[in-house]
DNA sequence: GCTTATATTGAAAATCATTCTCAATTAGGT
DNA sequence: ACCTAATTGAGAATGATTTTCAATATAAGC
């Protein structure tokens, strides 16, 4: 799975005539074995106790290109930083946030995207993204 | 309408022990007689036309002090920028926005939000808000 | 393997939206 | 009118992100 990432992205940059360099590596491998919903400042502090020298304007530079290149996807969870999470193709999931420890749990839900497409229908707009977050407390907050 | 979103932040001023004065007043009338979905910045380039002299500080601070209030709350949506609509007690909608000319459409969906609950319930989350936006081009842009 | 053109990098400066600081002003109760 | 606390405006400060730019590294051509 990380093989095929990994070849999605060296596509990606040799189509758009893009070089390979060590730091791109580096993140790529840093990021894929990641859990999700890292901040870019999270992962810039992960890949600098690894390797020393990487600065941030490249990080936030790398990441942004895994989403051009479409292996990875921004969110904003209210808490003013972009997060970034593993985009696998053609799935696509929301979020439940705990509001009190921060948790993000995945979901996905097939009649609720169907409901979004039919309104979106009515209107007379053609979706490409949505996004979805209910936030509140999670089972071990709300006691 | 607007007299009884007037009422609501006299009250909450009030009971608050905070003071009613002529910015606020200002602030307030130009929020009420404006589109929804004003960004801070909209509004307070709106009100520097009809009175010089009220700061952006003071906008900033006016508007967060309606979202408490509950006569607006704050929205997101994806331009970098917080926006405030007017809010209606007990009312809920979400939206709709074209990527390409920036048009915002509310809609309110009664089935979504119960499978909303359902999700959240499935995951042991008690809900507080949601956020659902969906983006793409409006019929004028889909052309 | 060396040259060359171009993409990339790191560091610092710049930007953008928003918040804070603080001295001066103002509202509201007494 | 007087006093106390809330409010204001201006500018400084903040935090996240982006840009700038000179130095460096990469890929391609010879």
Redesign the interface.
Known sequence: MNLSKKQIFMNYTAAKGLKSTRQRDIILDCFLSSEQHLSTEELYLKIKKQNAGIGFATVYRTLKLFAEAGIASEI?L?DGQTRYEHLHAGEHHDH?V??KCGAI?E?A?E??EQ??KD??Q??????????????????AC?G
Chains 1, 2 share one sequence.
């Open positions: 904003q209210g439940l705990c509001t749990v979901f839900n009649t609720i409901l979004q309104v979106a009515q209107h007379g707009f053609t979706i490409v993204t949505h996004k979805l977050e209910l936030y509140g407390t999670c089972a709300t």
